[in-house]
């Protein structure tokens, strides 16, 4: 059965996220040993969207065949899309990538207004 993307929206990056800055997010090869794989997945760990770009990047497989997307390597990303389909099923699955992504975006912005409020606070 061909995997149907999701519909989810891409997450709300501002330009200032480490994909945007870096050329390390599409290697030519995804081995994990690879440096510039071992870079691109560190600076994925330290991004605030890495949660909601991973799970947009599962929920859209034919978007992101390439790339590190959320800290994970298109193999990772085609392992664990595997591993929810035989969980759930296909609608399951999206339907799981869905309710992941809501879950993400509301921790997200739950922070981003609590660091805007930190902000006011201090001037």
Do not use: N
Not at 34 to 55: K, Y
Not at 66 to 87: D, F, H, N, V
């Amino acid at each position: 059965m061909e995997w149907k993307a999701a519909e989810l929206p891409m997450p709300p990056a501002t330009g200032a996220e480490p994909c945007f800055k870096v050329d390390a997010f599409f290697p030519e090869e995804y081995g994990l040993d690879d440096p510039e794989v071992r870079s691109a997945l560190a600076l994925c760990g330290g991004c605030d969207l890495a949660r909601l770009c991973m799970v947009w990047s599962l929920a859209h497989p034919g978007m992101t065949e390439a790339g590190i997307w959320g800290g994970t390597t298109p193999y990772q990303r085609r392992s664990i899309r595997r591993r929810l389909i035989g969980r759930w099923g296909q609608a399951g699955a999206q339907e799981h990538l869905r309710a992941s992504y809501r879950e993400a975006l509301s921790k997200f912005r739950a922070r981003d207004r609590d660091v805007g409020f930190c902000r006011q606070g201090s001037a």
